[in-house]
């Protein structure tokens, strides 16, 4: 089949990608922005087409021969009125695919309990109302529902497992007793996959989910035996409203707030399948549904292995700029402050560059750790996204991954490394790493960084850290050359 993949950068849509190439379909994928998928493994093998959910226009171009569409994209890092903004989306695309002939829509919601949609968190109710758009939008529509959803890189696995790590002992809302069922990210990917298969005339909701029905508490200790970890004693505190769960979560763990919020308020309410029917059109996979003990274990491989596909970190972080950084003629007339340090090594290009490519994360940032510390705990208490994102694999990185607090703008693989902040700025900063072979004399590196500053906030944030950068960036110059010159030497 033809099939239309938005969503196509996220943590399902990057994986659900490749699957449908595997099957024999030929895939078109709907982004905002292209440079996304400049490293992405199966780029080459896919269409792209630019365009936005919200833009009815765009979306024209995107359905124009398509035989089914995949609805992955949801706000649920959103601020403001995304509820607005989803229905908007939704009604485009009911519209858009109506008007094309698409033959099959398939959604993935979220396991919500039984009855008035408006008694649910915002979130939760947003995506039902979702489905009910694309489900009556007149073209043959699958809306599945799935709860927590277990893998490496998932923002809920993300939760689970920084909350059981960090904390011996467990102060948690009344919560963490209620009923969940969580499903393996492989069985989410196998029911989006075989919804293609499905009567062509075929127009409703599935619930989904694993073989497990948990309370958050034995997920998060089932989590601490698959890890070797001791069980931690859970405390159920009334007091833990979910604004301040949220809070807490959001500085314990890598997870934002804006994305701590849905998650914490998806788990107000028994979340578990009672309308078992998929299994009467959708077999179950070889091997029978995922266990979560067997969901925790796999993810837990491909980390330590560092094959995470995608992750919740890919996601964009709602409020951080992704304008590219201006060339430098476009500055004329603009206030820009920088940092040049350039250096002379005898390390090899090659060296050098393995630490440039293979900063931040478990390796730091070579100068000052509690400088970037306070910093990335300054960003947390604001909401923001803090240093604990860390990276996706330790020691490759590629256009559009995350890097603690910074997003890769571009990199050209030995040369070049240029990364755009993502932490709560009065403005808008860059930071670019370079290296240049010297041949037999060594190599030569570059540190550059940019701050376009936003008012009068944003000149006084920089004049205030100013002080600093005698020691932070000059600092890494210097550890950054030893490293490089380590290894030279270790060669």
């Known amino acids: 089949m033809r099939v239309l993949v938005t969503g196509a950068t996220g943590y399902l849509g990057g994986r659900l990608v ?5 099957a024999g379909h030929s895939v078109r994928v709907l982004v905002r922005n292209p440079r996304k998928l400049r490293d992405v493994p199966w780029s080459d093998d896919v269409e792209v087409v630019v365009g936005d959910l919200t833009d009815a226009d765009s979306l024209v171009a995107a359905v124009d021969g398509i035989d089914a569409l995949y609805y992955l994209v949801h706000a649920m890092g959103a601020a403001g009125d995304f509820e607005k903004t989803e229905k908007l989306s939704a009604m485009n695309v009911a519209h858009a695919a109506k008007k094309a002939g698409v033959s099959r829509i398939v959604y993935l919601g979220g396991l919500h309990p039984e009855g008035d949609i408006s008694e649910l968190s915002r979130h939760l109710r947003s995506r039902a109302e979702v489905g009910n758009i694309l489900l009556e939008s007149g073209v043959p529509t699958i809306a599945f529902n799935a709860g927590v959803v277990i893998g490496s890189g998932s923002a809920s696995f993300e939760m689970i497992r920084h909350l059981t790590e960090v904390l011996p002992y467990m102060p948690a809302p009344k919560w963490v007793r209620n009923f969940i069922q969580p499903i393996a990210v492989r069985d989410v990917l196998y029911y989006l996959v075989s919804a293609l298969e499905l009567p062509a005339d075929l127009n409703r909701s599935f619930d ?20 070797g970890l001791h069980q931690r004693p859970i405390a159920s505190l009334p007091v833990l409203t979910p604004w301040l769960a949220s809070q807490w979560v959001n500085l314990v763990t ?3 707030r804006l994305l701590a919020v849905p998650i914490i308020e998806s788990l107000q309410f028994d979340c578990i399948v009672r309308d078992k029917s998929v299994s009467d059109f959708i077999p179950a996979p070889e091997g029978g549904l995922t266990s979560y003990r067997a969901s925790v274990r796999l993810a837990l491989v491909k980390m330590g292995d560092g094959e995470v596909e995608t992750s919740w970190q890919d996601a964009t972080v709602v409020g951080a700029p992704s304008d590219p950084i201006p060339s430098d003629p476009e500055w004329t007339g603009h206030t820009v402050y920088t940092d040049l340090r350039e250096r002379e ?3 090899s290009a090659a060296a050098l560059w393995a630490v440039v490519e293979g900063i931040g994360g478990e390796n730091g940032w070579y100068s000052f750790p509690l400088a970037w510390a306070m910093r990335g705990w300054l960003d947390k208490l604001v909401g923001g996204v803090g240093l604990r994102r860390g990276r996706r694999h330790p020691t490759t990185l590629n256009t559009g ?3 603690d607090f910074w997003r890769v703008e571009s990199i050209e693989r030995g040369h070049s490394l240029r990364l755009r902040a993502e932490m709560k700025l009065p403005g808008r900063a860059w930071l670019e790493l370079s290296v240049e072979d010297r041949g037999e004399a060594g190599s030569f590196y570059r540190q550059r960084a940019v701050f376009f500053p936003s008012g009068l906030g944003g000149r006084l944030y920089w004049a205030a850290i100013l002080p600093f950068h005698g020691v932070i960036f000059s600092g890494m110059v210097n550890r950054i050359l030893a490293a490089a010159e380590s290894d030279t030497e270790a060669e």
Request: no cysteine; aromatic share 6%.
């Open 18 to 22: 490749p699957r449908l190439i595997e």
């Open 208 to 227: 989904i989910g694993g073989p497990d029905v948990l309370r958050y508490g034995q997920m998060m200790n089932g989590y601490a035996v698959e890890a």
């Open 254 to 256: 890598p997870i934002p």
């Open 345 to 347: 090594t005898p390390a």
């Open 401 to 403: 991954d995350a890097l």
